[in-house]
């Protein structure tokens, strides 16, 4: 089924382009730098994704801290804001005269706006609930007598985080 969504643009496009067309757009200049753009940041933005949405799924679908609400609806707010509501507010949050763009600025020496880096800060922002989300319910569904009946057998968190949730969750 993954195959299928991977490659249904790929079909639509051959279905609604001339070979010809598809011929030019495949030797325009710019078609290189376009994929290559695509792909590193949607790999850079899905390793950042992974690494630090797992935790936090976890984290928001264990704890009991006021805190929980308020940051799980941050991590939805994409979901409600219109795109390009959406991409507005990241124009204010990341511009060199902000709070936060400031401070890369000074960090770096550059600006995100419109650079590889605000491009994958903006592509995480998006695509976090995604991820999120569906996690924090696997993770909820966990029984908390599975992990305990772990812990009795000696299982480590960690073991018992590899061994017994990840494999609950995976679908």
């Known amino acids: 089924p993954m195959l299928v ?13 001339s070979p010809a ?3 030019a757009g ?5 078609f290189s730098p376009a994929l290559s753009l695509s792909l590193r940041s949607t790999l850079v933005s899905l390793g950042v994704i992974l690494l630090g949405g797992t935790p936090l799924a976890w984290w ?7 805190s929980r609400s308020v940051i799980e609806a941050v991590v939805a707010m994409p979901l409600v804001l219109p795109p ?24 770096t020496g550059d600006s995100l706006t419109f650079s590889f880096s605000g491009l994958v800060i903006a592509s995480i ?15 909820r569904a966990v029984p908390e007598s599975v992990l305990e009946a772990a812990a009795t057998l000696g299982a480590s968190p960690l073991d018992r985080w ?8 995976k679908r």
């Open 21 to 23: 067309d598809l011929a």
């Open 60 to 66: 928001l679908a264990r704890s009991t801290s006021s």
């Open 5 to 17: 969504l991977l490659l249904l643009p790929v079909v639509a496009l051959l279905f609604s382009a």
């Open 162 to 169: 590899l061994n017994v949730v990840l494999p609950m969750v």
């Open 84 to 107: 390009t509501v959406l991409g507005f507010y990241l124009l204010i949050m990341l511009n060199p005269e902000s709070a936060f763009g400031s401070l890369w600025v000074e960090l």
């Open 125 to 139: 922002i998006y695509s976090l609930p995604f991820m999120v989300q569906p996690l924090q319910a696997g993770f």
């Open 26 to 30: 495949l030797e325009h200049p710019l």
